[in-house]
């Protein structure tokens, strides 16, 4: 162990440790370990880079699963991403994320546009994303000077029947690499800003609390360095250990275990 194993509070990713994929189904003895943490009355939060489901139907999904969470328990790139937007007043963007979510965006009080001049081209996941979609934002990117904002940097993710499909991550690095004065900024994971703010949800410091993910690279390594234990399960995204050796030893996870089911207690599960 890199650190010093506290578990006053818990970080959990939800797509590959509560659930499979977006279909939504618990993987099996996810749904009473997190009863029994809630019930021990351990403050805990969701920590999801999800951009295709509105936080109310994010929950109420994960309810119906039989999961024993409120929105309360959530910290989502896709309410980052509105805040910093409002925040900002870019209120005219590009939404290129899926077409599902853009009647949140206008109850939200911002203006989507599909071409012509915009204030921010907004980056979410969209298995139906086309380099065509891509060739819209260029003008407001180059021409306009329009914000980049990626919901979260995840290269791929699994749709609902399983399959990887790009992510918004690298939909991003497309549209950085041809520049622009704009702002470049990513809200969800890896970027700091969502792991600070669910720290803050759950009142404990970093170093006592517990980040859970199925996502060594783009989840647990900015865990642990802001000083949190990391845990990574083997029931998402990776199936074995292969992907560690993409990084350098000192970012490797605490304790690496099959499942959420395997994670008991303070106990190291390795």
Known sequence: MKKTDLRRGFLIDIEGVLVRDKRYEPIAGAVPWLTALREAGTP??????????????????????????????????????????QERGRQRIMWLGTAGLAGYWAEMGFELVTGGACEAVVLGANAELTVGDLDQALGAVLEQGADVVCLHRNPFFLDA????????????????????????????????KIYNEAIKRIGVAPTEALFI?????????????????????LSGKHPDHEILGSLAEENWPDIICNSLADLEGPADCS
């Open 44 to 85: 805990f939060c969701l920590v999801s880079n999800n951009t295709t489901h509105r936080p109310a139907e994010l929950i109420g999904d994960l309810v119906a699963a039989g999961f024993p969470v409120t929105e309360d328990h959530l910290v989502g790139a896709l309410d980052l991403g509105r805040r910093w937007l």
């Open 161 to 192: 029947e399983g399959q990887r499909r790009l992510g918004p991550g690298a939909w991003a690095a497309a549209l950085e690499a041809v520049g622009g004065t704009g702002a470049v900024i990513t809200v969800g994971k890896p970027s700091e």
């Open 213 to 233: 993910s199925d996502d060594p690279v783009n989840d647990l390594v900015t865990a642990g360095q802001l000083g949190m234990t990391t845990a990574f399960v």
